[in-house]
Structures are given as structure tokens and as C-alpha cells.
């Protein structure tokens, strides 16, 4: 896809969409077939700026607003876009089969190895990332979100850094029973840990036998919380 930037330059943004939302893309292409390649996918040639926003943009807007409250600006689609970006390519990086990030089931769809492939299809051509110069992935990065510089896309789009632990978490663990105890505020003379234990999903493991529990930490966390 054709951007226009700020300062009226153009550059292609290539994009990686879910199956619903690319079969609407579809119908508006179809739509547009014989319209010239300029002709804008959503509005018409030589449309006001003010017609865009009141008839493209307002409405997704408020949309926004009951879904999410009325902080929410339509520019902030961006910034998630940008986070997107980045989640895909660093588990392209980290050569991660599945994605860490506590995400909706439609978001997981996006960071499945697959899909980050295909988004980066355009850089990697085929080629699997440990071919590429790894240096440049964060400047690829930073090009189709029209940003000459990292610096950029770090400060502005990528608010914080809480979000990047999980890919340095083991997703894995075992925890010895005493850990468990500890965990989960249990006294070193209560039987309760074995009791945690036998609620657990895990049934190819025996609890009573192994002193050692193989454990993610999104099967634990949600026993912490309560």
C-alpha cells in the first residue's frame, strides 16, 4: 500500500491482515476496480480533509470512545499499530514458535510465527531471519511507520518498556513444593500445597511422587491473584 506522508513524500507500507478484515478490503477493491490507481481506497479524489474526518474518521472515533472511554483518540490506532509491529518483529527475532504477551485470542492470531512472517514478508523474501542482518531490523521497523529515525518510533510510539519482559521470561518452570508454599502463602507444615496441586489441569503429572511441578507462569499467576 501507497502512503502519503507529512511532508507529501510517498512511501509503500506493507500489511499482514486477519481474514475478516481483509475480505473487506477485498469488497472495496472490488468496488473500486476501475477506478485509476490514485483514486483513494476510502473517499474520492480531491476530497476535503474536513469530509474525511467527519465521514471516515469521527465515526471510528466514537466507536473508540464507548469501547474504550473518552481519552481514546483515533491516533492512538497508530501507536497499537506500532506496538504491533515491533511484538511481530521481535518474536521473529527470539525465533518464538508462540507469542508471551497476555493479548485477546484475535491479537495471538497476529504473533503466530506464521503471521510475523508474512508481515516481514517484504524484507525477508523468503529468507528465515537468522539469514538476515538483524542490525536493521529495528530501522525496517521504524521506515514503514514513515519515522527516519529509531529514535523515533522508541519515544514517541513505544510508550515504557513493561511490555518487553515476557520475552525474556522463561515460559517454563519447575518449582519445588517449598516454592509453592511460599508462593502461595501457605504454612511449611500445611498439607494445602498438595491439595493446590490436585486442582491443577495437569493430569499427566504426578504430584504426590515428584518433588518438582513444571508450571508457565499464566498457569500460576492467576492462583496468585486470587
Known sequence: MRATQKNKSTRFVYLTLPG?????????????????????????????????????????????????????????????????????????AF??????????????????????QERFHFWLEGRDFSHMNDGLLFDVIAEQLGHSHYATTRWSYLHGIEWLPPL?????????????????????????????????TSKNQDTGTHSTLRLSGVELTPYLLK
Open 20 to 92: 475478516s478484515i481483509a475480505k473487506l478490503v477485498r469488497v472495496v477493491r472490488h468496488i473500486k476496480r476501475h477506478c485509476s490507481p490514485t483514486t483513494p481506497l476510502l473517499g474520492f479524489e480531491n476530497e476535503s480533509m474536513t469530509s474525511r474526518q467527519l465521514h471516515y474518521l469521527l465515526p471510528v472515533t466514537k466507536a473508540l470512545k464507548v469501547l474504550w472511554g473518552n481519552n481514546v483518540r483515533f491516533h492512538h490506532l497508530r501507536h497499537s499499530g506500532a506496538h504491533r509491529l515491533m511484538h511481530q518483529g521481535l518474536l521473529l
Open 168 to 200: 525474556f521470561l522463561i515460559n517454563e518452570r519447575g518449582f519445588e513444593h517449598n516454592e509453592l508454599r511460599y508462593l502461595l502463602g501457605i504454612k511449611p507444615e500445611s498439607k494445602d500445597v498438595f491439595r493446590f496441586l490436585n486442582t491443577l
Open 95 to 116: 525465533d518464538r514458535d508462540d507469542s508471551p504477551f497476555c493479548v485477546g485470542d484475535a491479537t495471538q492470531a497476529m504473533l503466530t510465527k506464521q503471521a510475523c
